[in-house]
């Protein structure tokens, strides 16, 4: 399974980690950011990284994982124009954006494609009570729905706990689990 | 007015479009995505679909931070 990443941040780089522990071996990661010196409080990059882009940098960390991964990098800001040709190879999709409004527009971009899309809205806080799922055509999104990124930081527990949820879900639908063996 | 279910809850509402009901309920249009009987409707579907008795709908405004 070949699962796009639609933002490598808190939420991007955090779900990629989890599906790569979790034994998906392919990845499209995508985004035009490069890591801060802020990012470090949630998001899987390391100090010695600030000022690379995070596709890349991220790409380096998966690989200390897994060095087998097949992964691309694309630098780039996802908009209306180039979301569904961007993840036109993907048998998933992670959103991971930080505009209200592009997480919308990835949702309805890929509707039409029935490919599952795993999406985060409500993962600043801190409070950690209201996470829940809920489900919309080819869509299944996480988080409390309510606290904005606008009003609140974002911290490692709420954005992490929401990213290995949404990682948990592709890794249920993907057969992952059943691949691992007790030994 | 139309009994619908929105959000697992039984309403009534205008018998109109989905854009209608968007407006009417003051909703955000561009963080909004909206499911009308288990299918995602892209924004400029909205106008043209009427709601009808029985439908079902979700409505999820999203929140920003990813």
Same mark, same amino acid.
């Given at each position: 399974m070949k699962i796009g990443i639609a933002g490598t941040g808190g939420i991007g780089s955090n779900v990629a980690l989890v599906l790569v522990r979790g034994g998906v071996r392919r990845l499209k990661l995508v985004d035009f950011d490069r890591v801060e010196?802020? @990012?470090? @409080?949630?998001?899987?990059?390391?100090?010695?990284?600030?000022?690379?882009t995070k596709v890349d940098a991220l790409a380096d960390n998966l690989k200390r994982i897994a060095p087998d991964l097949q992964l691309e990098t694309i630098v780039l800001r996802l908009d209306e124009a180039n979301m569904a040709a961007t993840f036109h190879d993907c048998d998933a999709v992670v959103e991971g954006l930080d505009d209200h409004a592009a997480k919308k527009r990835l949702m309805e971009a890929l509707a039409a494609t029935g490919r599952p899309i795993v999406s985060a809205s409500g993962v600043a806080?801190?409070?950690?009570?209201?996470i829940g799922t809920r489900r919309l055509g080819n869509g299944t999104i996480i988080g409390?729905?309510?606290?904005d990124a606008d009003q609140a930081l974002c911290f490692a527990p709420k954005v992490t706990i929401v990213a290995a949820m949404m990682a948990h879900i592709l890794l249920e639908k993907g057969g992952y689990y059943e691949r691992c063996q007790l030994e | 007015m139309i009994r619908v279910t929105i959000n697992g809850k039984t309403e009534s509402v205008g018998a109109g479009t989905i854009e209608q009901l968007v407006h009417d309920k003051g909703l955000r249009p561009e963080a909004l995505v909206v499911e009308h009987n288990f299918t995602i409707v892209k924004q400029p579907q909205w106008s043209r679909i009427r709601l009808s008795e029985g439908d079902t709908l979700e409505l999820l405004s999203f929140v920003g931070g990813g």
């Open positions: 010196a802020g @990012n470090l @409080n949630r998001q899987f990059f390391f100090y010695d990284q600030i000022g690379r806080g801190p409070d950690l009570d209201g409390d729905f309510r606290t | -």
